[in-house]
């Protein structure tokens, strides 16, 4: 059974020109047809492509992993690691989750309720994002991996927790989004902070 993660060619181009109307249409709305339409190719070639909206949906979420897994890689390799995973989450509110990706994702996270395969597939991608801020508290604090895991698992869920929530909710469009994203990067960066604090020499 092929993997369903392998890169396709074309696949990241054909996703760039179909992220619109799947998000516009959604999930049920969008037929393969509208998809191939956007894609300019026949419905025949795009099958080729990708077999199904499922298919679609899990290319659109592993590509999306793979970026958040270069960011996280650049804070690891980072001279002050905390310093850079701050900027890359204000980047992604601010700019992907606001301009770009709210509306695709807040599609994907309805389709992960019905669909268990897709619930699967946004499973893995959270406790992959996770398990990748745990790795960075670990370098922080100086701890080891197991302990770190131990002291702040729930901030690495915490901090998904809200991120997920902004996408979902969109709440940008509502009238004091900007108090309301202020607040929220506060909580991220008290949230951070409180890693931060934690010194593995002054520890017991």
Same mark, same amino acid.
């Given at each position: 059974?092929?993997?369903?993660?392998?890169?396709?060619?074309?696949?990241?181009?054909?996703?760039?020109?179909?992220?619109?109307? !799947?998000?516009?249409?959604?999930?049920?709305?969008?037929?393969?047809?509208?998809?191939?339409?956007?894609?300019?190719?026949?419905?025949?070639?795009?099958?080729?492509?990708?077999?199904?909206?499922?298919?679609?949906?899990?290319?659109?979420?592993?590509?999306?992993?793979?970026?958040?897994?270069?960011?996280?890689?650049?804070?690891?390799?980072?001279?002050?690691?905390?310093?850079? &995973?701050?900027?890359?989450?204000?980047?992604?509110?601010?700019?992907?989750?606001?301009?770009?990706?709210?509306?695709?994702?807040?599609?994907?996270?309805?389709?992960?309720?019905?669909?268990?395969?897709?619930?699967?597939?946004?499973?893995?991608?959270?406790?992959?994002?996770?398990?990748? !801020?745990?790795?960075? !508290?670990?370098?922080?604090?100086?701890?080891?991996?197991?302990?770190?895991?131990?002291?702040?698992?729930?901030?690495?869920? !915490?901090?998904?927790?809200?991120?997920?929530?902004?996408?979902?909710?969109?709440?940008?469009?509502?009238?004091?989004?900007?108090? &309301?994203?202020?607040?929220?990067?506060?909580?991220?960066?008290?949230?951070?902070?409180?890693?931060?604090?934690?010194?593995?020499?002054?520890?017991?």
């Amino acid at each position: 059974m092929p993997d369903s993660f392998a890169p396709v060619p074309r696949g990241d181009e054909i996703l760039d020109q179909i992220r619109g109307t !799947f998000a516009e249409k959604g999930f049920d709305g969008a037929s393969m047809q509208d998809l191939a339409r956007a894609a300019g190719m026949s419905v025949g070639n795009f099958y080729r492509y990708f077999p199904s909206k499922g298919a679609i949906v899990e290319a659109i979420v592993r590509r999306d992993l793979e970026s958040v897994e270069r960011d996280f890689a650049a804070v690891v390799s980072s001279e002050n690691p905390m310093a850079r &995973l701050r900027e890359i989450l204000r980047y992604r509110i601010e700019v992907k989750l606001c301009e770009e990706d709210a509306p695709l994702w807040a599609e994907i996270t309805a389709m992960a309720h019905r669909n268990p395969e897709i619930g699967a597939v946004c499973d893995r991608m959270e406790a992959e994002i996770r398990a990748a !801020f745990l790795g960075i !508290f670990a370098r922080v604090t100086g701890l080891p991996p197991a302990e770190a895991e131990r002291r702040f698992a729930a901030h690495a869920a !915490f901090l998904v927790m809200l991120v997920r929530a902004w996408a979902l909710d969109w709440p940008q469009k509502r009238a004091g989004a900007l108090e &309301l994203k202020s607040l929220l990067l506060r909580t991220i960066d008290t949230t951070l902070d409180e890693v931060a604090r934690c010194d593995a020499n002054r520890l017991p």
